[in-house]
């Protein structure tokens, strides 16, 4: 707000560079996944194990069609949540997902230090997939709609509800 004090603020501007890098890159959503996986496991390898599609799997990343979904709802879920922050925040519009997005990451083992990884794996991502629009503006606006998204996220992983 004007007064200061309540937080970061969320601009139009920062709105429009994560939709707009969206609109271009969901094309290659696929492509895009893959690079996602990829970067999260160099990183850290030990996060395929969280996975129930890749911990048994003989089928080689490249060729994993399992990993499009996640990979998917990580950017767009990223994307809704720049829209809605400019709207006035996303606990209220989307609390039955973040609900239930809590309680599964919960169960699945994911703790801070994976959506650290997966964070810096995103950024990664967007900065090679759109390296005619990158800018520290452009990466500012991702990473910020990011933590809020994961703050709500984190928000609901509480053990008891
Ligand atoms: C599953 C979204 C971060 C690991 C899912 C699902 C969604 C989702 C929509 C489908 C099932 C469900 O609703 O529970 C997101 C979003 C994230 C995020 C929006 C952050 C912005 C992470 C992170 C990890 C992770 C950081 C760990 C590195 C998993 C796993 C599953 C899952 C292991 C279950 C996959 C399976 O075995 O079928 N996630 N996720 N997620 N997510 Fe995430």
Redo the contacts with the bound molecule.
């Keep these: 707000g004007t007064c200061g004090g309540e937080g970061r603020v969320f601009t139009e501007q920062q709105e429009a560079l994560v939709v707009k890098s969206w609109g271009v890159m969901k094309k290659n959503a696929a492509d895009l996944a893959l690079k996602l996986f990829l970067k999260?496991f160099e990183i850290?390898p030990s996060?395929k194990n969280?996975?129930?599609?890749l911990r048994d799997s003989k089928v080689p990343l490249e060729q994993n069609t399992?990993l499009k979904?996640?990979a998917l709802?990580?950017f767009t879920?990223?994307c809704e949540s720049a829209v809605q922050l400019r709207k006035g925040g996303i606990a209220a519009a989307k609390e039955t997902t973040l609900k239930?997005?809590g309680a599964?990451?919960l169960k699945?083992g994911?703790v801070d230090e994976?959506?650290e990884?997966?964070k810096y794996a995103l950024l990664e991502t967007i900065k090679e997939g759109i390296p005619e629009m990158w800018s520290v503006e452009m990466k500012e606006a991702w990473a910020e709609a990011?933590d809020q998204?994961?703050s709500a996220?984190k928000a609901e992983m509480k053990p008891s509800s």
């Design positions: 999260i850290a996060v969280l996975f129930s599609f399992k979904p996640h709802s990580v879920m990223t239930r997005l599964s990451h699945y994911v994976h959506f990884v997966l990011y998204l994961v996220i």
